[in-house]
């Protein structure tokens, strides 16, 4: 096994003493997805990075929120575009969020509200924070880095995007202050069929499904490739615990999880085998 990325990486977000554990927008398992308390018992757990999606309001704010539209986990209708910041205010973030054993709704009118990016720096200025920019807008990669700048906060996050020209564009506005970025999915694609074009210098981390239809990407032989080239490897959304462990003991530099506890408790656990 070669030595992991997490113990030898350069770039300050990556180094760490244990492979980082990484809450998937905050707590989510038990407290509904990307609101101030996800992210805050995630915190308290100690988790390394707290993880997050960006999307753009109508006025071209950018807020903590993974879908296209509010339906889903709010009680508003339609595509957060179409709202300003101030009107997206008015929408419950814990309305959908039912408790599995009960059925209930228990965080219905508990004032969980959408966060802006600058707000949720603020509120949590001392962890890391990945964060991945959902819209293609062509002006969300430099609204994103005014917020990250305006917080003082680009010494510790890492930006990915699922839109190769949207992390492409934040790469080259953001030059000056060597914010890091993962691999878009055609850098990954590049990496998995060993394209001759594949230039890795461009990002640090691959953050990446376990698979995606008949592809295998994270596996041990992926991994080694990866160290080899020193980047580093984060899977998402692990929740189960053989993967777990199978990933810690593969190397893994990271876990992106909806459950930190539990993979707190399963890294104890193979620190002791």
Known sequence: MTYPIYLRSE?????????LIMAHRGRSAFTPESSYQSFKEAYDLNVDVLETDIRLTKDNIPVIFHDKTLDRTTNGIGPIRDFSFDEIQSFDLGYWYQDSESGEYPYRDKDFKILSLVD?????????????????????PQQILESILTSDAQ??????SF????????RNISKKW????SASPIEVLAFLFHFTQFSHKNFCVFQVPMSFKFLKIVNQKNIER??????????????????MM?????????IFSDDSE?????WDSYKLK
């Open 11 to 19: 770039i300050p977000f990556l180094r760490n003493e244990r492979p």
């Open 120 to 140: 949720f720096l603020d509120k949590f200025p001392k962890i890391r924070v990945n964060l991945d920019i959902k819209d293609r807008t062509k002006t969300a």
């Open 155 to 160: 010494d510790r996050v890492l930006l990915g």
């Open 163 to 170: 839109h190769h020209r949207q992390i492409k564009k934040f």
């Open 178 to 181: 060597n914010i890091p970025t």
């Open 226 to 243: 990866a160290h080899k080239l020193k980047l580093a490897v984060h899977p998402w959304t692990i929740n189960i615990e053989q993967t």
């Open 246 to 254: 199978n990933l810690f003991s593969w190397g893994i530099d990271g």
């Open 262 to 266: 539990l993979l707190l408790k399963v």
